[in-house]
């Protein structure tokens, strides 16, 4: 376990280092290897912070999953990042809903080429003879 969280570290380093690049590239500055390490840890403490976090609000919600209002509830101090993930939200779900809605028409179409919207035709009129004996 040990090996595999060093191993996270260093990767996090190195995207670190990377925007710290991309930054410095923008606004005509340096960044000593000393801040780079020093931004890489602090981010990743938080990080682990905000992982701790996300799994007490699933936890309190009596599930064993995150989901986006467990997000949601930790972006609630900063209005932009609520705001981004909020909108982000809404619109994967909208796409979600269009696969569905997508798959649920050719699962009809394959049935018997019914659309989802036509109702389904009563079961067979038994012979009223069949009821007299």
């Known amino acids: 376990?040990?090996?595999?969280?060093?191993?996270?570290?260093?990767?996090?380093h190195y995207t670190v280092?990377?925007?710290?690049q991309e930054v410095a590239e923008e606004k005509n500055i340096q960044f000593s290897k000393q801040t780079i390490a020093a931004i890489s840890e602090i981010t990743f403490r938080q990080c682990e912070i905000?992982?701790?976090?996300?799994?007490?609000f699933a936890k309190h919600g009596k599930r064993s999953t995150i989901n986006v209002e467990d997000v949601k509830l930790l972006a609630r101090r900063s209005n932009s990042?609520?705001?981004?993930?909020?909108q982000k939200s809404d619109k994967l779900s909208l796409n979600n809903l269009e696969q569905k809605e997508k798959r649920k028409k050719k699962s009809?179409?394959?049935?018997?080429?019914?659309?989802?919207?036509?109702?389904?035709e009563?079961?067979?009129?038994?012979?009223?003879?069949?009821?007299?004996?």
């Open 50 to 56: 905000f992982a701790k976090d996300l799994e007490m």
């Open 108 to 120: 009809a179409a394959k049935k018997g080429g019914k659309n989802s919207n036509e109702l389904e």
């Open 81 to 86: 990042l609520l705001k981004y993930i909020t």
């Open 17 to 20: 280092a990377c925007l710290c």
């Open 122 to 133: 009563p079961a067979a009129i038994e012979n009223e003879d069949s009821n007299m004996a």
């Open 1 to 12: 376990m040990e090996a595999e969280a060093q191993r996270l570290k260093a990767a996090f």
